[in-house]
């Protein structure tokens, strides 16, 4: 059974500040897919990033950045210069990569709340 | 790219009636959908995946008579909540995955808020 463990339920930073939020995953497959999603207040899911198990390169967004750790099961999320806008509930998700992908089922975890404070 | 929409974005209903919210994929085809529910401050679940044509596969513990699914199209899903009660309110989102991004990437709608009286 697939599993996602965010430890951090919510985190508060100061403007500027960089901030990590981690996210821990189990899973019997060899190939697998591992998203973040951004949930401002709104409630709309936002997209940020999907990373293949074969891919454990490190990526760059601009504030944002990625750390893909195979080794340790880990799929870590730092903003940097942080800002009141990044406030909002961050969830990490994990699916298996079927050939289709039509049914890709996302393994969500609780999701971390991150307030940015002027 | 890879918009999906929600209709509506909130309701408010009587115990008993019926509730249908739409997802509908604006710029791409969407081959399966997914509908999930959120209570506050929890995280998403999945409550049923459709396919465009088929019947929908639902999870364990959702009742499929009482949550009637419906992807009559590559870019309509709807989801009635028959004979709501309070227990229902939620918020209710739906995803989908098509020709956009990957076949693998969700994309989501802005969710519908329901509220049962």
């Known amino acids: ?118 | 790219g890879a918009v999906v929409s929600q209709h509506p974005s909130w309701v408010i209903c009587k115990s008993g009636t019926s509730v249908k919210i739409e997802c509908r994929s604006l710029d791409f085809q969407a081959t399966t959908m997914f509908w999930y529910r959120q209570f506050p401050k929890q995280s998403l679940m999945l409550m049923a995946t459709s396919n465009e044509g088929s019947k929908a596969t639902y999870e364990q513990g959702v009742e499929k008579d009482k949550f009637l699914i419906n992807h009559a199209s590559l870019t309509l899903s709807t989801l009635t909540v028959t004979s709501a009660h309070p227990e229902d309110s939620s918020f209710y989102i739906c995803s989908a995955t098509g020709t956009s991004g990957g076949t693998d990437t969700q994309y989501f709608g802005p969710g519908t808020r329901l509220t049962v009286l």
Do not use: H, M
């Not at chain 1, 990033?49 to 390169?57: A, G, K, T």
């Open chain 1, 1 to 118: 059974a697939q599993k996602v463990t965010q430890a951090q339920t919510e985190i508060s930073v100061v403007e500027k500040e960089d901030v990590t939020l981690d996210c821990v995953y189990e899973t019997r497959d060899t190939t697998y897919y591992l998203f973040w999603y951004k949930q401002p207040p709104s409630g709309e899911l936002v997209f940020l990033i999907r990373r293949n198990s074969f891919d454990e390169q490190n990526e760059i967004s601009g504030r944002y950045s990625w750390n893909f750790q195979k080794s340790t099961s880990s799929f870590n999320f730092t903003i940097t210069a942080s800002q009141v806008v990044d406030s909002a509930v961050y969830f990490c998700a994990l699916s298996e990569a079927v050939v289709s992908g039509a049914n890709s089922k996302l393994t969500f975890g609780k999701g971390i709340t991150l307030s940015v404070r002027p």
